[in-house]
Structure formats: C-alpha cells, structure tokens
Nanobody, 127 residues
Framework: QVQLLESGGGLVQAGGSLRLSCATA????????MGWFRQAPGKEREFVAA????????YYADSVKGRFTISRDNAKNTVYLQMNSLKPDDTAIYYC????????????????????WGQGTQVTVSS
C-alpha cells in the first residue's frame, strides 16, 4: 500500500511559478514510478508528467514540455512538479499517482496504469 499527499498548490499570476510536492509513504513507494495528472473544471483528468523509480527517466505531456519539470528525492520520500511560465489553461486540480509495481520505467500516461492516488491540490492561474 502507498499513501500520497500533495501540497504546494495556490493562486499565481500568468507567467509565474509554483512547485508542487507529493509526500509518499509505504513499503514500495521509493521504488514505484510516479506520475502527475490534472483535472480542470468540466474536463477529463489528463496526464501531465511521469518519472521512473530512480528519478533518471522522465516523460511529459506536450502541453507542459519545456515548462514543467518532474523530479523525486527518494531519501525524502517526495516527488516534485516544478511549474514555470504558468498559463490560465494550467488551472486545475493536480494529482500525484503511483504505480503498483516496482521499478517502473516512468512512461505510463493512462490513469488505469496507476494504483494509488493523492487527494489533489488546486492550482489557479490568473490572467
């Protein structure tokens, strides 16, 4: 079992930055590939970024590539999402998620590929 808790959301102006954190707990948390998803009002939840268990390999949605960076510190049991050059379209609830298997490659982009989810943190970007 893996527990996830997001933090770091808030209100920011367009062009600004935020860093989201996802604290993880559980026997396999540090060995699980992780992902960030987001859900805007009235829209489906969508993939944002993924990272492998070691932190070496990352993967991004085209909409955030070059602006967002996913990273992890397994010693601190935390996964991060650094968001720069934020746009109003980035407004959403952001969720972190963990795969159930260990040593994943960090390429999963579909919700069903993740077994564990946090409760989400709200990010609002004003124009």
């Amino acid at each position: 079992q893996v527990q996830l808790l997001e933090s770091g959301g808030g209100l920011v102006q367009a062009g600004g930055s935020l860093r989201l954190s996802c604290a993880t707990a559980g026997r396999t948390a540090s060995r699980a590939a992780m992902g960030w998803f987001r859900q805007a009002p009235g829209k489906e939840r969508e993939f944002v970024a993924a990272i492998d268990w070691s932190g070496v390999s990352t993967y991004y949605a085209d909409s955030v590539k070059g602006r967002f960076t996913i990273s992890r510190d397994n010693a601190k049991n935390t996964v991060y999402l650094q968001m720069n050059s934020l746009k109003p379209d980035d407004t959403a609830i952001y969720y972190c998620a963990a795969e159930s298997r260990v040593y994943g490659l960090g390429r999963a982009t579909q919700q069903y590929e993740y077994a564990y989810w946090g409760q989400g943190t709200q990010v609002t970007v004003s124009s």
